[in-house]
Structure formats: structure tokens, C-alpha cells
């Protein structure tokens, strides 16, 4: 899965990530993680990208109501809501303690998001 990343925490908004942490994880153990750098996003870009290194969730803080269809249409989980250090959320995923403040689709041009 993936973790959009801003600094070390989560990023506020997918859209505004430099980057993602993408993590393999088996049995609740991390098996191998890395950095991916996102070049500039384009509508569409990003899910594309992540779909090609086989994500199946991400985990971010906000999304447009567009990205996330993207990502629907490949068939990977958005996670929103999602905030704090990026090492304590993946570690909340990885043991099923994961608290996600619910839905956070931004609508184009909100501030915050």
C-alpha cells in the first residue's frame, strides 16, 4: 500500500504530496518499503503510476473528489481522514489500529485541501 507523504507526516492533501511511501507488507509485518517520488501531478497521473507498482490502498489526509474516482477505476482503496506521523500510521495499519477521521473528499478550491 501507500502513504502519501509531506515531510514525515501524512500528507494533508494527496494532491500536494512530493511523495509516497510505498510499504509490502504480509501477516502484518512489513516485508520491504521505499520512497517513490511524484513527478507533477496530472488528472490521472498519480493513480496510473501507483496502479502500475500494484497498490492496492493508500493512505492520505484529503482527495479530490477526481483522484479519487481515478483510483476507484483502478481498483485501489483511498484511505482518507489519515493524519500524523507517517512511521505511527503505518504502524496503526499494519496492526489493525488505524483511526481514520472519516471521509475527506475536498471540492476544488478548498482551502486546507
Do not use: W
Not at 510499504?23 to 509485518?29: D, E, M
Not at 496502479?51 to 484529503?62: A, F
Request: hydrophobic share 40%; glycine share 14%; with cysteine.
Amino acid at each position: 500500500f501507500g502513504i502519501a507523504v509531506e515531510g514525515k507526516t501524512v500528507s494533508a492533501h494527496f494532491g500536494k504530496c512530493p511523495e509516497f511511501l510505498i510499504a509490502n507488507i504480509k501477516g502484518g509485518k512489513l516485508i520491504q518499503s521505499e520512497t517513490l517520488l511524484i513527478p507533477k501531478h496530472s488528472p490521472g497521473s498519480v493513480p496510473e503510476l501507483l496502479h502500475s507498482k500494484k497498490i492496492q490502498r493508500i493512505l492520505c489526509g484529503g482527495m479530490g473528489t477526481t483522484a479519487a474516482a481515478f483510483f476507484h477505476t483502478y481498483g485501489i482503496q483511498v484511505i482518507t481522514g489519515v493524519t500524523g506521523d507517517v512511521n505511527q500510521a503505518l504502524n496503526a495499519f499494519m496492526n489493525g489500529t488505524l483511526l481514520a477521521n472519516g471521509p475527506s473528499f475536498c471540492t476544488p478550491g478548498s482551502k486546507g485541501c
